[in-house]
């Protein structure tokens, strides 16, 4: 199998370019994030009996959290959906990349729980194609000599990087 960008490099890639190369660079600031943190939380302790239902597949360096094998079921549960188009990215490449291991028919469903939400995520071709696009810009923002010049958003003060980013 080719070696092809993790899931979480292709959902910065959608967030911010600039957090994408300090994560690729090994620049990580996760630990110091309350945020990060209770996200985790929920996705530990939101659906507990999920372990038992499903299982955990590591594919081309990528980890689905849950997988249920005999529906196709790609589960990914996230804190909100503030950044719901680079969520659902993330799901439609772990569906992407079953399928590069000969996987098909394959659906996603992200979760939001303090939201009480789902929403079903469906791979097309011309997703597929994106997601041809998204690998050759992820690994020509790794490739950078320099990090990415700070691009200001509303989401950056959640951020775990905010502070390396706003020091003057």
């Given at each position: 199998?080719?070696?092809?960008?993790?899931?979480?490099?292709?959902?910065?890639?959608?967030?911010?370019?600039?957090?994408?190369?300090?994560?690729?660079?090994?620049?990580?600031?996760?630990?110091?994030?309350?945020?990060?943190?209770?996200?985790?939380?929920?996705?530990?302790?939101?659906?507990?009996?999920?372990?038992?239902?499903?299982?955990?597949?590591?594919?081309?360096?990528?980890?689905?959290?849950?997988?249920?094998?005999?529906?196709?079921?790609?589960?990914?549960?996230?804190?909100?959906?503030?950044?719901?188009?680079?969520?659902?990215?993330?799901?439609?490449?772990?569906?992407?990349?079953?399928?590069?291991?000969?996987?098909?028919?394959?659906?996603?469903v992200l979760e939001y729980p303090k939201q009480r939400r789902k929403e079903?995520?469906?791979?097309?071709?011309?997703?597929?194609?994106?997601?041809?696009?998204?690998?050759?810009?992820?690994?020509?923002?790794?490739?950078?000599?320099?990090?990415?010049?700070?691009?200001?958003?509303?989401?950056?003060?959640?951020?775990?990087?905010?502070?390396?980013?706003?020091?003057?």
């Open positions: 199998m080719a070696d092809y960008p993790n899931a979480t490099l292709i959902n910065l890639y959608h967030v911010c370019k600039r957090e994408l190369w300090l994560h690729a660079n090994e620049i990580r600031m996760e630990h110091n994030s309350a945020s990060v943190s209770e996200g985790k939380w929920i996705g530990e302790n939101t659906y507990l009996s999920r372990s038992e239902q499903y299982r955990e597949v590591e594919v081309a360096g990528s980890k689905i959290d849950f997988y249920d094998p005999k529906k196709k079921i790609v589960h990914e549960t996230k804190k909100s959906d503030k950044v719901y188009h680079a969520h659902e990215a993330q799901v439609k490449y772990y569906i992407w990349l079953l399928e590069q291991e000969g996987v098909t028919g394959v659906k996603g079903e995520v469906f791979l097309t071709d011309e997703g597929r194609k994106n997601i041809l696009l998204w690998i050759e810009e992820v690994e020509r923002i790794i490739a950078l000599e320099h990090c990415p010049p700070l691009v200001k958003k509303p989401i950056c003060k959640n951020c775990s990087y905010y502070e390396f980013c706003y020091a003057e």
